[in-house]
């Protein structure tokens, strides 16, 4: 396992005495881009910080410089002059990030505004799938009318009873002054999507992996703490801020000193590649029927794995055409789609892009492919169907395509190998099978074409025909790694399943009723199922983790209602008990409500919980899992392959898919 892995694990395991997952998914791929470099782009918004700018991928202005800035561009509640900031990467959906959002407003109490200041930053995580529509509209409500209405915003959704929803959202922005029809103009106008990728790729760069993430003068706090843990790192920071006061420091430079002085850098880690020694590590990346520019006979193969609506793809492609214009015959291009999953209107775009193709070839496919990436077009539907029209496609033929996804497959082809080779963020790029991440200087670029050219023109002497370069080199390439296998003890009989019952795929799902986490990934069983009918039987298994009160109560109530019940009984109380939007639903009367909802005897239901007359069944699945280490939820495991945490459906499609082929 790499150093890098090594990390990931250990801040994993930190966040399961927060969350409930030891396997969130990795930081949203853009972020990870934030080493990457480019032309700078416009600011944010009339009513943003008129000094601040996007450097690269940063937000940067004179307000507060060092690791973790602060400028005008953010929202902040407090004075910009208070000793102690607190700078929070905070996800509208997130349940945790809900909770400390109270905290923090107990602290402001607390500590008042000349002492504290609170600063929001966006970190919306991949399988939100309302939190990054929800950031920008929040970031449009900031430069339309400023932090006040954003603070409005904010706490209508984190005060609301009920999830986010639109509705929910909808309720937020008449609360701020804003009417629901013109937040789609003002996300626009505002260029807030670009707030909110810089504020991702800052996280990137400051090594934050889930939310709620909280810098206090530097001090990284994950999750979401008691009051008295914030506490105890603000009294000494206001001692600290003091002790510099005395020394002379202004109090507009405090912050910025404290930041400095306290903040650890994430550890450097090298590309997994790279570990292996000079980093010309040789990937096996398959061209197949992917679209292509260049000759069959260049020397270099550039794959690249690439997202429509992510700002460093669109970045990176004026360095690619001038690479193009550069190497000539010497380079072909090959496009890969990666949309990734926080990113709505990618994959539509790629569904156009490949109907161009499908309708009038390779040509009109790259014709659509520089409108989709010129610009700052909102890839909407009426974008798209522009797009078409001017291509002079059949524009009925691509709405139709995009409407049923009819490229899907193509596309999620490309995702999974993506997924493969550890291509997690856009722009991959895989030159003659060699790994480069991100929108880089062009000097990378060339710095590996340049030995690749040198290598294949070598190969072309010693008889290797020029078209036949890129095979012979991957011929001698790495595959990718199968994912992890473990050996979980055999599904005991009669427990809950649903699905095929004779489905050569079964997944046990080791679950906790607490974990919002199992929530998102119950439905991704369901979407699962459906999309391979008659193959796959999925397994509840149960995992109430240590810190979640009401989970183990939760899972011998359902274990009662597939007693009373059978099958049926035991989902109808699955559903009911992933419903719920806090835990205090989850307590004894709620579970006798529900029991009562589902016709359950009553006397009974209660009998079993009192005497908990199921615990031994729940402590043996967790055995289970504990046999095979997984310590967090949700964990599943598929004919034998682990999936962690709350993946998206494709992920868990890709891993089917290979169990299917090998029990064929």
Same mark, same amino acid.
């Given at each position: 396992? +790499?150093?890098?892995?090594?990390?990931?694990v250990a801040?994993?395991?930190?966040?399961?005495?927060l969350?409930c997952?030891s396997a969130?998914?990795?930081p !949203?791929?853009?972020?990870s881009?934030?080493?990457s470099?480019g032309?700078s782009?416009?600011?944010?918004?009339?009513?943003?910080?008129p000094?601040?700018?996007f450097?690269?991928d940063v937000m940067?202005?004179d307000?507060?410089?060092?690791?973790?800035?602060?400028t005008?561009?953010?929202?902040?509640?407090?004075?910009?002059? #208070?000793?102690?900031t607190?700078?929070?990467?905070?996800?509208f959906?997130?349940p945790?990030c809900?909770?400390?959002?109270?905290?923090?407003?107990?602290?402001?109490q607390?500590?008042?505004?000349?002492r504290?200041r609170?600063?929001?930053?966006?970190?919306?995580l991949?399988?939100?799938?309302?939190a990054? !529509?929800?950031?920008?509209?929040? &970031?449009?409500?900031?430069?339309h009318?400023? !932090?006040?209405?954003?603070w409005?915003? %904010?706490?209508?959704i984190f005060?609301a009873?009920?999830r986010?929803?639109p509705?929910?959202q909808?309720?937020?922005l008449?609360?701020?002054?804003?009417?629901?029809? /013109?937040?789609?103009?003002?996300?626009? $106008? +505002?260029?807030?999507? /670009?707030?909110?990728d810089a504020d991702?790729?800052l996280a990137? =760069?400051?090594?934050v992996?889930?939310?709620?993430?909280?810098?206090?003068?530097?001090?990284?706090?994950?999750g #979401?703490?008691?009051?008295?843990?914030?506490?105890?790192i603000?009294?000494?920071?206001?001692?600290a801020a003091?002790?510099l =006061?005395?020394?002379?420091?202004?109090?507009?430079?405090?912050?910025a000193?404290?930041?400095?002085?306290?903040f650890?850098?994430?550890?450097?880690?090298?590309?997994d590649?790279e570990?292996?020694g000079?980093g010309? &590590?040789v990937?096996?990346?398959?061209?197949?029927?992917?679209p292509?520019?260049?000759?069959?006979?260049?020397?270099?193969? &550039?794959?690249?794995?690439?997202?429509?609506?992510?700002?460093?793809?669109r970045?990176?492609?004026?360095?690619?055409?001038?690479?193009r214009?550069q190497?000539?015959?010497?380079?072909?291009?090959v496009?890969?789609?990666?949309?990734l999953?926080?990113?709505?209107?990618?994959?539509?775009?790629?569904?156009?892009a490949?109907?161009?193709?499908?309708q009038?070839?390779?040509?009109a496919?790259?014709?659509a492919?520089?409108?989709?990436l010129?610009g700052?077009?909102?890839l909407?539907?009426?974008a798209?169907?522009?797009v078409?029209?001017?291509?002079?496609?059949?524009?009925?033929?691509v709405?139709?395509?995009?409407?049923?996804?009819k490229h899907?497959a193509k596309?999620?082809?490309d995702?999974?190998?993506?997924?493969?080779?550890g291509a /997690?963020g856009t722009?991959h790029?895989?030159i003659?099978?060699?790994s480069?991440?991100?929108? $880089?200087?062009?000097?990378?670029f060339q710095a590996?074409?340049?030995e690749e050219i040198?290598?294949?023109?070598?190969m072309?002497?010693?008889?290797? !025909?020029?078209?036949?370069?890129?095979?012979a080199?991957?011929?001698?390439?790495?595959?990718?790694?199968?994912?992890p296998?473990?050996?979980v003890p055999? *599904?005991?009989?009669?427990h809950?399943?649903?699905?095929?019952a004779?489905?050569?795929?079964?997944i046990q799902?080791?679950s906790?009723? $607490?974990?919002?986490?199992c929530a998102?990934?119950?439905a991704?069983m369901?979407?699962l199922?459906?999309?391979?009918?008659g193959?796959?039987r999925?397994v509840?298994?149960?995992?109430p983790?240590?810190?979640?009160?009401?989970a /183990?109560l939760? #899972?011998?109530?359902? &274990?009662?209602?597939?007693?009373?019940?059978g099958?049926?009984?035991?989902?109808k109380m699955h559903?009911?008990?992933?419903k719920?939007?806090d835990?205090?639903?989850?307590?004894?009367?709620?579970?006798?409500q529900?029991?009562? +909802?589902?016709?359950?005897d009553?006397a009974r239901?209660a009998k079993?919980l009192?005497?908990h007359? %199921?615990?031994?069944?729940?402590?043996?699945?967790?055995?289970?899992? =504990?046999?095979?280490?997984?310590?967090?939820?949700p964990?599943?495991?598929?004919?034998?392959y682990? *999936?962690?945490?709350? $993946?998206?459906?494709?992920?868990?499609k890709?891993?089917?898919?290979?169990?299917?082929?090998?029990?064929n």
């Amino acid at each position: 396992m +790499s150093r890098r892995a090594i990390a990931a694990v250990a801040w994993l395991s930190l966040l399961f005495a927060l969350a409930c997952s030891s396997a969130l998914p990795p930081p !949203p791929p853009d972020a990870s881009q934030a080493k990457s470099s480019g032309a700078s782009a416009r600011q944010p918004g009339p009513a943003a910080d008129p000094g601040a700018t996007f450097d690269g991928d940063v937000m940067v202005a004179d307000g507060d410089p060092g690791p973790v800035p602060v400028t005008r561009a953010d929202p902040a509640r407090g004075s910009r002059l #208070a000793p102690v900031t607190i700078v929070v990467f905070s996800d509208f959906e997130c349940p945790f990030c809900k909770h400390l959002g109270g905290t923090l407003r107990q602290l402001e109490q607390r500590y008042g505004a000349e002492r504290l200041r609170v600063v929001w930053k966006n970190f919306p995580l991949a399988f939100h799938k309302q939190a990054r !529509p929800t950031a920008e509209a929040a &970031m449009a409500v900031f430069a339309h009318a400023g !932090p006040k209405a954003f603070w409005a915003f %904010h706490d209508a959704i984190f005060t609301a009873d009920e999830r986010l929803s639109p509705e929910v959202q909808g309720n937020a922005l008449r609360r701020a002054g804003v009417t629901p029809g /013109q937040i789609q103009q003002l996300v626009q $106008q +505002s260029r807030a999507a /670009q707030k909110v990728d810089a504020d991702m790729a800052l996280a990137g =760069r400051l090594g934050v992996n889930g939310t709620p993430a909280s810098f206090i003068n530097g001090v990284l706090l994950v999750g #979401a703490q008691p009051a008295e843990r914030f506490a105890e790192i603000i009294d000494a920071q206001l001692a600290a801020a003091q002790a510099l =006061r005395a020394e002379g420091t202004p109090p507009e430079k405090i912050y910025a000193a404290l930041a400095k002085k306290n903040f650890a850098p994430p550890a450097e880690e090298p590309d997994d590649a790279e570990e292996e020694g000079d980093g010309s &590590m040789v990937h096996l990346v398959p061209v197949g029927d992917s679209p292509v520019r260049g000759a069959d006979t260049a020397l270099v193969t &550039m794959v690249l794995f690439s997202d429509y609506q992510c700002p460093f793809c669109r970045r990176v492609t004026p360095t690619v055409e001038k690479l193009r214009a550069q190497y000539g015959d010497k380079l072909r291009v090959v496009w890969k789609d990666n949309p990734l999953p926080f990113h709505p209107r990618a994959e539509p775009a790629a569904e156009l892009a490949r109907e161009a193709r499908a309708q009038k070839g390779n040509d009109a496919f790259w014709q659509a492919n520089d409108r989709l990436l010129a610009g700052e077009a909102a890839l909407d539907d009426a974008a798209l169907e522009a797009v078409a029209a001017d291509l002079r496609l059949n524009v009925d033929a691509v709405k139709r395509a995009v409407a049923s996804h009819k490229h899907a497959a193509k596309i999620e082809a490309d995702v999974d190998l993506a997924d493969d080779l550890g291509a /997690q963020g856009t722009p991959h790029f895989f030159i003659n099978g060699r790994s480069l991440v991100g929108a $880089q200087p062009i000097e990378k670029f060339q710095a590996i074409i340049d030995e690749e050219i040198a290598k294949a023109e070598a190969m072309v002497v010693a008889g290797t !025909p020029r078209a036949k370069v890129y095979e012979a080199i991957q011929k001698q390439a790495a595959p990718p790694a199968p994912p992890p296998k473990v050996s979980v003890p055999p *599904v005991p009989k009669g427990h809950p399943s649903k699905g095929a019952a004779t489905g050569k795929v079964v997944i046990q799902a080791f679950s906790d009723f $607490q974990c919002p986490f199992c929530a998102r990934a119950a439905a991704t069983m369901d979407e699962l199922i459906k999309a391979f009918p008659g193959k796959v039987r999925v397994v509840y298994r149960h995992l109430p983790l240590p810190f979640h009160p009401e989970a /183990q109560l939760a #899972a011998e109530a359902a &274990m009662e209602a597939l007693a009373q019940k059978g099958p049926a009984g035991f989902w109808k109380m699955h559903d009911l008990l992933f419903k719920v939007s806090d835990a205090s639903n989850l307590d004894r009367g709620a579970l006798e409500q529900h029991a009562k +909802s589902l016709g359950l005897d009553a006397a009974r239901f209660a009998k079993a919980l009192d005497e908990h007359t %199921h615990r031994a069944a729940v402590e043996a699945d967790a055995q289970a899992a =504990r046999s095979a280490g997984i310590t967090g939820t949700p964990g599943f495991v598929i004919n034998g392959y682990l *999936v962690s945490g709350a $993946q998206p459906l494709a992920k868990f499609k890709k891993v089917v898919r290979r169990a299917l082929g090998e029990a064929n």
